[in-house]
């Protein structure tokens, strides 16, 4: 009795407002030593002496009391002097007798859920025959599942102190692996945390009416979790909190239980109390009284419980360094605030919710507003939720904007329910943070702020009392086209309608109420009527090809039969709604060039076989082709013939039985073009013709040219026309630029369509001799009119010849060999003129243009232009048009304009690899020196040289991490730049003018091999001068050999060449030359080797968009001594040659040992700084460690989300700098 006295005793003097360290040391002392056997019955649990104080002190029975008065915490001397307390030993009862052991419960808990009630009824079993023996089958399970073999004896047990015990399992603790059972990924992780939160749940339910008072099991478990909590060993740190933070919610759920049943009790005694003196049941007044009495001494011991787990592992643990952990915590909080809102539904709580919105880690965030949004479904907890929303709800608006798209998904969900559970809601200043969000690329995103959005304006309709579902869904258009309009984001109505699609589709699918608001004569204003063809066109799109729009990529690729099902519904209704009425459309709206463009691109979503199986729809087939040939002869504009081109050519394909009607109707049309063309023919060849002459020749040229791309024009016979025609210009010097532009198109289609027929119908030889003529004299003439100062013919000119020079090489035919006759070679002169082109028009700076709309628009319109040019050329070098040596005009600008060309340059160099790698690496170092030699003669700069060391450094990336494949390349790319080094200079110059050249070379030195660079060093020495190695881009260059890193050494002082100090340190990653090197064969690398090319036929410059290529994953390569010397430099390379079009941040991996680069030789200052360096990082992570265990916060500032905003996708081909410039 005088034991279990000082035990009870002991626990109410615990300081509940004391640390984490002082709450361990108390439970240490006070409940993890005072126990003992004890034989026979045990006695009733006598009442606690402070229990009226502590219900005193927190009347709101508050899980987080106010501390108690010091005064009233001292300790008796016989309470507080002996924390050790020896057991009286009954029988030894071992822990093979209890029939279950600490590997069954762990075994059992690994497994799942499953027979968890029967593991916890073994348990107890064993536990009420021996409480220590039971007690320690529960510890070695929780030291178990922290992944140490250590094992607590029933000595430790008895004679150590729980901070003694942590100790040595710590010592005990295998650092073989940094993994332990919560840290190992995958299914096995998941089914391994359900399995030991439902043995904790299992545990508290079963203990409920029993062992969670007796003030002895969960009490020493509670110590013996917070002092693991304490633990510098992350996997003790983790699994104890885990368990802790699991077991509170199970009291927590407990105490509510408690709470329910004491108001119960109270209740039925208060009803006892006021019956009559007679009537009154004194006995059951009694037994109500007692169970009272009962009831609030268990919700004050599980308060008690609570409070010290509360304050001694979440308090600290929320803000450990660990992510995981601190997911955890606020994971439970959350479940703790929903279960007990009566005592954890407060701004103390609260708190650290608020607190983590600002976590540095995406997982905590996304738990802490899940746990909000738990909070917010509920509408009794708004009210108490009023001061955390004032207080944090910019916060979370400012998370709209999440780097973490998960996170920013939960975070528009938790904002609907704040609008729509809170009287206030949001404000409309505050709504427009979400609704630009319904243009992200990012699909989930975009569905959460469509399902925002939708809510919006429903709320707007219910306002305006309109019930009838019609009326509804025109009003839900009406105010959706008004979003539409004010957002100002017009040329991505695709997007919009994605977003909207799963909330809002069956008001997007009521294309009835779209048409009859089209065709009212009154109904909607000009702007109004595009915005709802345009929705009204996504949305056809959306529902016929059930894909997502480009740049939003789909979860699920592969779609479901009921998806299936529903697409094909979708499409028959299309088919069947628009057929009757999209005539009507294209007549009332045929002279405005935008909607025209929109209604044309409809009949592609059709089910075109319903024209051929239902017979009174063929009526409306020729009304089609009627408002077609009728709307070519009514517009110039490029879109609006371009759009019906294209559905020209769908309605003309063969699998289809009406296709005979198309190509009557659309060769009808091109006759009566062709004869307007020919009527002024003689007049324009004479110069006669006067300005409407040449307008009217020049728009039916044009019509013909844009209907060619769809339709073979070769009967018409107006290439020998169209070269006449040219040829008079160019000769008269009278450039008329639609004219020629529409003659150049013209004349190109035709030569494309009579190399498909004569690959098709096996022509003749003669036919063949005479296409190659009409192909050399149209390059002539092409090629005369790159000279020419219109860029629309020059850059037309340009398109059609890498067209044509492509369709007409050696690779195209390489399989008919009767067509052998058809390859055309261009010219040395016309390769001149092509390189001219593109350092002339392409690769030039375009800043100039002022930066208001209009002009953002013209820019990203340039670049799509300057990078459709660039690409034809490089299909030139890549296909074998042009030689390999060509590559040079591209090479060497891959890093000044990498923003804008990078992709295509990577691509080039990649491919250029796989057709002949030695000739590439010899082209890579010839683009090096022409730039070195160019500006040696433009004058010496220091800039320009620092650029060409950037370059160098990129180049050097595209080798790849296999530094075995890569070495004859590498050593022919260092031989040639040593000799280009070296070269005398002529009369009037410098001995060695291009030794600086070296400093550039050193760039590819980390890729080299270690006999290679000794094999290269020697050549170095033996080959030249001895004076001349001690010149200091020499020294430089032998150091950058003999070096293990790619940070080369500062050179001597008093040289001449550039110094390479002023060169960007700040992007040149360390390397660590391998130690060792398998001995290979020092043959000679100069000899050279080809393989043969099999690439994919391209598409066509001028007549194709650019489609984005994958490369081929290429199989890494088992990393061998001899690679080991990459380090980070490889992860980069690689990282930067991926199939990905956009760089990456490659993380910085860690460092070695300070106490290795010690003993490494130390020749020069950049030694000492690297060694400084790695010291300073030292001692800084150091110092941050120790401040964590000061029991600082660990949460660091959240980084801003302003760099990390989510770019708006585009319906336009460009790339994403200017995207980011044009949405920013």
């Not at 409809?602 to 009174?616: A, E, F």
């Not at 060497?892 to 060309?901: G, L, M, N, P």
Request: proline share 4%; aromatic share 8%.
């Amino acid at each position: 009795m005088e034991t279990g006295s000082s035990v009870i005793d002991s626990l109410e003097d615990l300081d509940l407002s004391s640390e984490s360290v002082s709450i361990c040391d108390a439970q240490t002392k006070a409940t993890k030593r005072s126990k003992q056997l004890v034989t026979g019955p045990q006695p009733p649990k006598r009442p606690r002496r402070n229990a009226a104080l502590r219900v005193t002190s927190s009347p709101s029975s508050s899980p987080i009391p106010s501390p108690p008065d010091p005064s009233q915490q001292q300790q008796s001397p016989s309470q507080g002097v002996s924390r050790k307390i020896s057991f009286r030993r009954m029988k030894s009862v071992t822990e093979e007798s209890l029939g279950i052991s600490a590997k069954d419960i762990y075994d059992a808990v690994c497994s799942g859920k499953s027979a968890m009630v029967t593991v916890v009824e073994e348990w107890l079993c064993s536990y009420k025959q021996s409480r220590e023996a039971g007690l320690l089958v529960l510890i070695n399970f929780i030291v178990q599942c922290c992944g140490c073999k250590g094992v607590v004896s029933r000595d430790m047990f008895e004679s150590m102190e729980n901070a003694d015990i942590i100790s040595k399992l710590t010592k005990e603790f295998n650092e073989d692996s940094v993994n332990y059972p919560l840290s190992i990924p995958g299914p096995q992780l998941k089914r391994f945390k359900a399995g030991l939160s439902e043995f904790v749940r299992v545990l508290v339910r079963s203990c409920r009416n029993s062992f969670v008072y007796d003030e002895f099991l969960f009490h020493t478990l509670l110590a013996l979790l917070t002092g693991l909590s304490d633990s510098q060993v992350r996997a003790f740190r983790h699994t104890s909190t885990f368990l802790a933070m699991k077991l509170m919610t199970g009291l927590v759920d407990l105490a509510v239980t408690v709470s329910g049943q004491l108001q119960t009790t109270q209740r039925q005694c208060d009803i006892e109390n006021s019956k009559g003196p007679q009537e009154r049941a004194s006995d059951r007044l009694q037994e109500l009284k007692a169970s009272i009495r009962e009831l609030q001494e268990n919700r004050e011991e599980l308060s008690f419980m609570i409070n010290a787990t509360f304050r001694g592992v979440f308090v600290h643990r929320y803000r450990d360094r660990l992510p995981d952990i601190r997911v955890t915590c606020i994971e439970e909080l959350g479940v703790w605030l929903r279960t007990d809102p009566e005592n954890f539904l407060n701004d103390g709580c609260l708190k650290y919710l608020g607190w983590t919105l600002h976590d540095k880690q995406s997982p905590v965030r996304l738990q802490c507003v899940r746990a909000l949004q738990g909070l917010y479904q509920e509408k009794e907890f708004i009210g108490r939720l009023e001061l955390f929303t004032s207080r944090f709800k910019e916060r979370i608006l400012s998370m709209v904007l999440d780097k973490d798209p998960d996170v920013a998904v939960e975070v528009v969900n938790l904002l609907l329910m704040i609008q729509l559970s809170t009287e206030d809601g949001l404000k409309e200043e505050e709504c427009g943070h979400m609704y630009p969000v319904v243009y992200t690329s990012h699909r989930g995103l975009a569905s959460a702020a469509g399902a925002f959005l939708y809510n919006k304006l429903k709320c707007v309709i219910t306002a305006n009392n309109q019930e009838d579902d019609n009326s509804s869904n025109a009003a839900f258009l009406q105010i959706l086209i008004s979003f539409y309009i004010q957002s100002e984001f017009h040329e991505h109505g695709a997007y919009l309608v994605d977003s909207l699609w799963t909330v809002a589709g069956s008001e997007l699918r009521d294309w009835d109420v779209m048409t009859a608001l089209l065709l009212q004569d009154s109904g909607l204003m000009y702007e109004e009527e595009g915005a709802l063809l345009e929705i009204m066109v996504c949305s056809i799109r959306q529902a016929a090809e059930a894909t997502p729009p480009v740049g939003r990529i789909q979860s699920k690729k592969i779609l479901s039969m009921k998806h299936k099902k529903i697409q094909e519904q979708d499409r028959t209704r299309i088919t069947t709604h628009f057929i009757p009425i999209l005539p009507q459309l294209l007549s009332k709206y045929s002279a405005d060039a935008e909607k025209v463009v929109l209604l044309l691109r409809v009949p592609l979503y059709y089910d075109l076989d319903m024209y051929s199986s239902t017979q009174w729809l063929e009526k409306h087939f020729d009304l089609l082709l009627s408002q077609i040939c009728s709307i070519v002869k009514k517009h110039t504009d490029a879109a609006v013939l371009q759009a019906c081109a294209r559905l020209a050519s769908t309605l003309c394909s063969d699998c289809y039985t009406f296709s005979s009607r198309a190509h009557l109707a659309f060769g009808q049309l091109l006759d009566g073009l062709t004869e307007c063309f020919n009527t002024y023919l003689s007049d324009l060849l004479e110069g006669t013709a006067d300005e409407d002459g040449v307008y009217n020749a020049a728009t039916a040229l044009k019509r013909i040219a844009a209907l060619s791309s769809a339709k073979d024009p070769t009967g018409w016979q107006l290439f020998d026309s169209c070269l006449e025609l040219l040829k008079s210009r160019i000769e008269s010097l009278d450039f008329d630029t639609e004219l020629m532009v529409a003659a150049l198109k013209c004349a190109a289609f035709h030569l494309m369509w009579a190399k498909v027929n004569a690959v098709n119908f096996k022509a003749a030889e003669a036919d063949l001799k005479r296409l190659k003529k009409e192909v050399r004299l149209f390059c002539r003439i092409c090629q005369t009119c790159l000279c020419l100062d219109q860029t629309k013919i020059r850059d037309q000119a340009f398109e059609v010849l890498c067209d044509l020079l492509l369709l007409y090489s050696a690779a195209s035919v390489r399989g008919e060999p009767v067509l052998q006759t058809l390859v055309h070679l261009p010219s040395d002169s016309l390769r001149a003129e092509l390189a001219s082109f593109l350092l002339d028009f392409v690769f030039t700076d375009s800043e100039n243009i002022e930066l208001d709309d209009e002009g953002l628009e013209n820019k990203v319109a340039l670049l799509q232009k300057k990078r459709n040019q660039l690409g034809g050329y490089c299909k030139l070098v890549i296909y074998g048009v042009l030689d390999l040596s060509a590559a040079t005009n591209v090479f060497k600008h891959y890093s000044k304009y990498f923003k804008d060309f990078g992709d295509i340059i990577k691509e080039t160099v990649s491919k250029s690899k796989l057709i002949n790698p030695i000739q590439s690496a010899k082209i890579v170092c010839l683009s090096l020196q022409q730039l070195f030699s160019e500006m040696l003669t433009e004058g010496h700069n220091q800039q320009d040289f620092t650029e060409m060391r950037e370059l160098a450094r990129r180049l050097a990336m595209s080798f790849g991490v296999d530094l075995h494949r890569a070495r004859e390349q590498l050593v022919v790319l260092h031989l040639d730049g040593i000799r280009f080094a070296f070269r005398v200079g002529q009369e009037g110059e410098e001995e060695h003018p291009n030794l600086a050249f070296l400093e550039i070379l050193s760039e590819f030195s980390f890729k080299l091999l270690p006999q290679d660079r000794a094999q290269l060093a020697d050549f170095v020495k033996s080959k030249y001068p001895h004076a001349a190695l001690s010149w200091p881009s020499v020294k430089l260059y032998q150091r950058s050999l003999e070096s293990r890193s790619s940070k080369y050494k500062e050179p001597e002082q008093g040289g001449e060449a550039v110094s390479f100090l002023d060169t960007p340190v700040a992007k040149r990653k360390k390397t660590t030359a391998p130690d060792s090197a398998s001995s290979t064969t020092r043959a000679s690398l100069l000899g050279t080797s080809s393989i043969q090319s099999h690439l994919h036929t391209p598409a066509l410059t001028s007549t194709a968009l650019r489609q984005t290529t994958k490369q081929p994953a290429a199989k890494k390569p088992t990393p061998t001594v001899s690679e080991s010397g990459s380090g980070l430099t490889e992860l980069e390379s690689e990282d930067e040659f991926s199939s990905e079009s956009h760089m990456r941040k490659v993380k910085p991996t860690k460092r070695g040992k300070a106490s290795s680069l010690q003993t490494a030789t130390q020749q020069d200052l950049d030694s000492h700084l690297t060694l400084l360096s790695l010291i300073e990082d030292d001692i800084s992570e150091r110092a941050e460690g120790d401040s964590s265990e000061r029991g600082e916060p660990e949460i660091e500032d959240y980084e801003s989300d302003k760099d990390n905003d989510y770019t708006l996708p585009s319906t336009r081909h460009t790339s994403a700098s200017i995207l980011d410039e044009l949405f920013d």
